[in-house]
């Protein structure tokens, strides 16, 4: 079982990710925004972390400087959901994201990029 936080603004994408993470077993986290996410981060230490880009108050590129500055936290893996097409490179340039996926995505390929992740985060240790 993983931690893993949801940083997302749409309530629809936090419902079906809680039912699905919830449903393998995962405790599942949530943030509203990267602001709360970063707070989030810090007093829970997640696993990994699930970040929308598009978002009030901080956005997901902003969130994830903070992260990447923070001992603490630069070491946990991203997976970037996001409305915003094209932004594989822009993404790509940060060592923490693992992965994007653009929305409306495959249920199963997110679930599926999630274990993939938290296999090889568990054979590093």
Excluded: W
């Excluded at 880009?53 to 001992?71: C, F, K, R, S, V």
């Amino acid at each position: 079982m993983a931690r893993i936080l949801i940083v997302d603004d749409e309530a629809d994408v936090v419902d079906l990710l809680i039912y699905l993470l919830g449903r393998a077993g995962h405790q599942v986290l949530t943030a509203r925004n990267g602001k709360e996410g970063l707070s989030r981060v810090l007093e829970e230490a997640p696993d990994l972390i699930v970040l929308d880009i598009m978002m009030p108050e901080m956005d997901g590129y902003t969130m994830n400087q903070h992260l990447l500055a923070d001992a603490r936290a630069r070491r946990i893996p991203v997976i970037v959901l996001t409305a915003k097409g094209g932004l594989q490179d822009k993404s790509a340039v940060a060592p923490n994201i693992q992965s994007h996926i653009e929305k409306p995505f495959d249920p199963k390929d997110l679930t599926d990029c999630i274990d993939k992740i938290l296999k090889s985060k568990a054979s590093e240790l």
